[in-house]
């Protein structure tokens, strides 16, 4: 167990539709990293979170937005999906901004149809 | 920018044999590196890290790393397998600049009895 909780685990839902992956981070990690996985695309960074702003952002769509609220969890928001968004997202923390390991959750398993 | 390259999507082995599972990665800078592993519909999980100091690294279940500036490596080896070591790994480079790991596409080792 890393620590790191995200909700759902599973989701099945409709092209078009809008869903909210939701992440809670390790006790006392300010950081907050969202992936995305998928078969074609492997790991892809879409953005990070430390202590509640937007510190990088990688390939990030613009359907998709992510916050850090006050008490360090995070919400990674994707709309008008299409069946390309299915995937596995994961979040991940760690203590600092830039050293050390990323500890996982066990990710959100997003299927669109 | 920072890439990895790892040079086999798939090996497969027998229960008990030595494995090499390659990373080769790119980058300009210092650099930090990582190994995970993911099993079945689990979340990442590290195996080991180099940050600094000594070129050989140790990490959990028997698995070990060798840092090869020269040659831009960090191969992961284990001298005899078993089936539980089936599972998808990843390489993974970060550098003091850099707030982000960037993945390799994985390698799928493939243990049999």
């Known amino acids: 167990d890393s620590g790191v909780t995200q909700t759902p685990k599973h989701l099945i839902t409709a092209t078009g539709q809008r869903v909210t992956l939701r992440c809670s981070p390790r006790?006392?990690?300010?950081?907050v990293y969202w992936y995305q996985q998928s078969l074609d695309q492997g790991l892809q960074f879409l953005i990070q979170y430390y202590n509640g702003e937007e510190r990088a952002k990688g390939n990030i769509l613009e359907r998709f937005s992510a916050q850090q609220f006050p008490d360090l969890h995070s919400e990674l928001n994707l709309s008008s999906l299409e069946l390309g968004d299915s995937a596995l997202y994961f979040c991940?923390?760690?203590?600092?901004?830039?050293?050390?390991?990323?500890?996982f959750g066990e990710g959100s398993r997003l299927t669109v149809l | 920018a920072q890439s990895v390259t790892q040079l086999d999507s798939q090996v497969p082995v027998f229960e008990e044999a030595p494995v090499e599972l390659r990373c080769n990665y790119s980058?300009?800078?210092?650099?930090?590196l990582f190994w995970y592993v993911q099993y079945p519909n689990q979340g990442l999980q590290l195996l080991l890290k180099?940050?600094?100091?000594?070129?050989l690294v140790k990490g959990i279940n028997g698995f070990e790393a060798e840092f090869n500036k020269s040659q831009t490596s960090f191969h992961l080896r284990k001298p005899s397998v078993h089936i539980s070591d089936t599972a998808e790994y990843f390489c993974a480079v970060s550098s003091p600049g850099y707030s982000t790991l960037t993945f390799g596409k994985g390698t799928m080792l493939l243990v049999s009895p």
């Open positions: 991940a923390s760690r203590p600092g901004f830039n050293t050390g390991e990323l500890f």
């Open positions: 980058s300009s800078v210092s650099v930090y």
């Open positions: 006790s006392g990690d300010l950081s």
């Open positions: 180099y940050l600094s100091g000594s070129t």
